[in-house]
């Protein structure tokens, strides 16, 4: 059996193993292909029956070009990039990682709300710079510090992720608000479940831990924003495509969003005429939530259990079944 795994970098940049995949076939391992759609694509995957992506895009075309392929092995949890619909259709299993990153994802998402509320890495720089040294007071701040004890926290999408996200905030002893169109015993320990509106008019800060569907696509627009507390908050760790960039930079740039912690947008890597690149308290960074050695090793242990699933004629975690 060939694998061939197109974008590996991201999930193995050197400091875990291919072994389990090198134990189930022949293995190629490419670190990058293409994030956008290329002939290179069915050039390197030739006449692999496991192709093994992250972002690489495998679309119809590729699927018709390689005529040998079986399975398509998703080393994340968003299977956007496979046209998983057509991949049915030619018999082809679509598998991913479903539950790797539960915990990092949700540590990550408290993480950029409190650095937006205590700009640590901005006050560690002036202190290595000098200012504190030559400071006529014992202590300075150069951005408002919030307090989030009491706050109202309001999270899209009270999955797995959610829930943890749901957690922390609990211990902090917040209010956590919660919209899912699919509630849960377990969600009800944790958040209040209330319509979208409702939670854009309570909520001091918004969490965004829900899936890109046609009917979230966009959800954070001009007209929703309009729905929100003035000075609110918005964390963003799912997917960009949620957010209209521009309606989002509008509202950072007139106060109405006080402040947006991303690690996600539209297009990544960001484009450089990006509107959130200039827009007032804006912190970006580059969708790493879930980039921590533990939860990367996760993903490799899921994905080849995943493969040898599908060599047992038992094939797991599908989401084209």
Known sequence: MKIVV???YTENPGDLSWYGLEALGELTVY?????VESPLIAERLGDADVAVINKTPISRSTIDACPNLKLIAVLATGYNVVDYIYAKEKGIPVVNVPTYGTQIVGQYAVGLLLEICSHYGHHDRTVHEGK???NQDWCYWDFPMIELYGKTAGIIGLGRIGQSTAKILNAMSMKVLAYD???SEAGKQLAEYVELDELFARSDVIF???PLFPSTEGIINRDNIAKMKDGVILINNSRG???VEQDLADALNSGKVYA???DVVSTEPIKGDNPLLTAKNCLITPHISWAAQAARQRIMDITVENVKAFVDGNPVNMVNR
């Open 6 to 8: 197109l974008d590996g």
């Open 31 to 35: 670190d990058r292909t293409s994030t």
């Open 132 to 134: 504190w040294e030559h």
């Open 181 to 183: 169109a699919f509630q």
């Open 208 to 210: 965004l831990h829900c």
């Open 241 to 243: 495509q949620l957010v």
């Open 260 to 262: 947006a912690g991303l």
